[in-house]
């Protein structure tokens, strides 16, 4: 069983960033996939980044290539969303989710995980 805990949104202006934070607790989160998703009102939850239990893939929505930067600590149980250059239509709740994998590879549709944070609003006004 693992928990996931996302931190870090808030409200910032267009052109600021922002970095989200996924902490996990539980076993064996060294060897889970994590991603983070958005959902904006309205709209449908739609992938943002992805990466693999190592670290070493990672996979970014064509919105926010260039612009954010997902990472993995190991050591920490966290994974990271480094969120620059926002824009308004970045504005949306940010789900982080993960999956046990037993290849190192990253999982970008959500029904291929199966625990989900809370989430956590993040706000880009013009």
């Known amino acids: 069983q693992v928990q996931l805990v996302e931190s870090g949104g808030g409200l910032v202006q267009a052109g600021g960033s922002l970095r989200l934070s996924c902490a996990a607790s539980?076993?064996?989160?060294?060897?889970?996939?994590v991603g983070w998703f958005r959902q904006a009102p309205g709209k449908e939850r739609e992938f943002v980044a992805a990466i693999s239990w190592s670290g070493a893939g990672t996979n970014y929505a064509d919105s926010v290539k260039g612009r954010f930067t997902i990472s993995k600590d190991n050591a920490k149980n966290t994974v990271y969303l480094q969120m620059n250059s926002l824009k308004p239509e970045d504005t949306a709740v940010y789900y982080c989710?993960?999956?046990?994998?037993?290849?190192?590879?990253?999982?970008?549709?959500?029904?291929?995980?199966?625990?989900w944070g809370q989430g956590t609003q993040v706000t880009v006004s013009s």
């Open positions: 989710a993960g999956v046990h994998t037993p290849a190192d590879s990253t999982v970008v549709s959500w029904y291929g995980y199966n625990y």
């Open positions: 539980g076993r064996f989160f060294s060897r889970y996939a």
